[in-house]
Each structure stands twice: as structure tokens, then as C-alpha cells.
């Protein structure tokens, strides 16, 4: 079966922490992403790897940075968290390649809460 | 600018009845169009694929259509369950220019099964 580990489901913080949100996958897959998911405003994409040491920005980077060190783990940093980043976080592998079909494995999500 | 929207947003409908859930999509050129089904608290998971060449897709009591020439696709629940209740997210993948596919998510459609 494969598998997406968030590491934690649930985690409050205070304003101005620095917040690490950590992601494992076991599909040897190329590609990683991170996603917030918000009432109303449905998945966005924060940033996407897809190579060890790769990133890129996504739709709404701003606040964020990640970590991509070994092929299986990427890892979503909020180096100064805020009150406007409490929402729902999901962390996403998919192969690479021309025949990718697309398909994205999730993980259960970190809904984190900054007070 | 790549972009997909769901419609209706929410939708109650009684145990047993029938239902349809609609997204239209504007990405181009088009590779593959997916359903997710996210429970609440959970990631998505992946319900059905549609490529260029398919026009109707089953998964069990779930039945996806796709009209490329419209950009259209639905998707028809049967004889629905209360283990239905969930909200479904229409992704669109389009191809790459250069690098890997990086899908465009609708905003899903809130489905409430009532006993």
C-alpha cells in the first residue's frame, strides 16, 4: 500500500514560532508538493519539488519555505508563523515523466492552529 | 491562466437518490482529468481518471464523463450512502512544456448524505 506520512495531525502555536511540518513517502515517487487547504478557497499549491535539493514556488510561497534533502521526506517550514497561516496542510507525492498519469498520493494532513 | 470550477458548491440529498456533481476547466492542452473524494479530516484519494479519448469512466457506484470538446466533465453517484457524505474535487492535468505535470484543482463540491 502506498503511503504519505504527515507527521503530525494536529498542532497549535504560538505567533512567531517557527514551525516545521514534515512529509514521508514510500513510492520512491520524483515529485513532492505542499498544499493549504482552506473553507471556500479549496487546495492551493505552496511549493512542489521534483528532485532531491528542487524547489519551486507555487501559488502562494509567501511565509513559506521547504526542504528537500533525501528523495522520500519534504519538509514545509514557516519560519514565523502568524495567525492568517491556521489552516489544514497536505503534503502530496506523484511520479515524474512524460507518462505520468497524474494521480497524487496524499497525506492525512496537519491542521495547524497559530494563536 | 489554467482554471477549474465546480458547481453546485454544497449539496444535500437523501439516502438512495441519485446525484450529479459538474466541473468545467480551461486548462490547455489538456493530459487528464481526475475525481477525488476527501472524507472530512482526511487527504484526497483518487476516484477516477479521464484521458482525452474517454467519455464515461465507473468506479463501483460513481460514473465520471468527460467532454473534451467542451471541457466538461460530471460526475454521476448512484443510489447514494451515507458514506458518500464526503466533498469531491475535480483536478485537472494539463501538459507540460518543460518539467513535470502540475495539476489545477477545483474547489470542490460539498455532498451531504442524509438518512
Known amino acids: 500500500d502506498v503511503k504519505v506520512t504527515q507527521s503530525s495531525r494536529y498542532l497549535v502555536k504560538r505567533t512567531g514560532e517557527k514551525v516545521f511540518l514534515e512529509c514521508v513517502q514510500d513510492m520512491d515517487h520524483e515529485n513532492m508538493f505542499w498544499y493549504r487547504q482552506d473553507p471556500g478557497l479549496g487546495l492551493r499549491l505552496i511549493y512542489f519539488s521534483y528532485d532531491v535539493k528542487m524547489k519551486e514556488k507555487g501559488d502562494i510561497p509567501e511565509g513559506y519555505s521547504v526542504s528537500r534533502e533525501k528523495k522520500e521526506r519534504f519538509s514545509l517550514i514557516l519560519e514565523s508563523a502568524s495567525t492568517n497561516q491556521t489552516s489544514m496542510y497536505l503534503c502530496a507525492s506523484s511520479e515524474a515523466g512524460t507518462a505520468n498519469t497524474g494521480e497524487l498520493f496524499f497525506g492525512e494532513g496537519s491542521r495547524l492552529t497559530v494563536l | 491562466k489554467n482554471q477549474v470550477e465546480q458547481s453546485p458548491q454544497s449539496l444535500i440529498i437523501l439516502e438512495g437518490k441519485n446525484c450529479t456533481l459538474q466541473?468545467?476547466?480551461?486548462?490547455?492542452?489538456?493530459?487528464?482529468l481526475r475525481w477525488y473524494k476527501q472524507d472530512t479530516g482526511r487527504g484526497p484519494v483518487s476516484l477516477t481518471i479521464m484521458t482525452f479519448s474517454e467519455n464515461t469512466k465507473s468506479n463501483g457506484r460513481y460514473t465520471a464523463t468527460l467532454d473534451a470538446d467542451t471541457k466538461q466533465s460530471s460526475l454521476h453517484i448512484t443510489a447514494s450512502q451515507l458514506s458518500d457524505s464526503a466533498s469531491y474535487i475535480c483536478v485537472v492535468t494539463g501538459v507540460p512544456s518543460g518539467g513535470s505535470y502540475i495539476p489545477t484543482f477545483g474547489r470542490g463540491t460539498s455532498l451531504i448524505v442524509h438518512p
Open positions: 466541473c468545467n476547466y480551461t486548462v490547455s492542452p489538456f493530459s487528464n
